[in-house]
């Protein structure tokens, strides 16, 4: 393949790709203002691998695991700083928001609750609408793992939201 045909080949696969990928970045890290940039440098990441990449099965799922390992990196350097800035001012924990009394700001807030592994399940498996084969292969983990982080997942939504909510966003989401 001349690169010229590459490059042609890439930039179809980010027309028809970059917006999914932000979305999933976005509920992954719960920062709008990062998530076109974790998507960007996802695809900067493909670019960079295209010969490869476009050799898996499954371009997509590459990508996905790309977007889902650089929030993972995001989150964790977050938490971090976040746990320097407390030490340094040695003030007490931030105070917390109540959620807003839209159901989409609620879901957000439940959402970011969960550890990153059961968040990410969730939001493939419910928002996204990925088979579990999928979720593994784009997480990088067991289809049993997903299976068992997805229903733990859900149950502390149902926890946190009540169980008539979760019911109504697992039952939306999977119409």
């Given at each position: 393949?001349?690169?010229?045909?590459?490059?042609?080949?890439?930039?179809d696969f980010f027309e028809r790709h970059h917006a999914g990928l932000s979305r999933l970045a976005y509920l992954l890290t719960g920062e709008p203002d990062a998530a076109d940039d974790l998507a960007a440098d996802a695809m900067v990441v493909l670019w960079h691998r295209w010969?490869?990449?476009?050799?898996?099965?499954?371009?997509?799922?590459?990508?996905?695991?790309?977007?889902?390992n650089l929030a993972r990196e995001r989150v964790r350097t977050a938490v971090r700083e976040r746990r320097r800035i407390r030490l340094f001012w040695s003030r007490g924990s931030e105070p917390v928001h109540g959620p807003d009394v839209a159901i989409v700001v609620t879901v957000r807030a439940a959402l970011e609750r969960l550890p990153?592994?059961?968040?990410?399940?969730?939001v493939l498996r419910y928002a996204f609408d990925l088979p579990e084969k999928e979720v593994a292969q784009v997480l990088g983990i067991a289809v049993g793992t997903v299976k068992s982080q997805t229903s733990k997942g859900v149950a502390e939504l149902r926890r946190l939201l009540g169980p008539t909510a979760a019911e109504q966003l697992v039952v939306r989401s999977s119409r």
């Open positions: 393949m001349s690169a010229d045909e590459a490059s042609a080949e890439f930039r010969p490869e990449v476009r050799q898996v099965d499954s371009p997509l799922a590459y990508a996905r695991g790309t977007v889902a990153f592994r059961k968040r990410a399940c969730v």
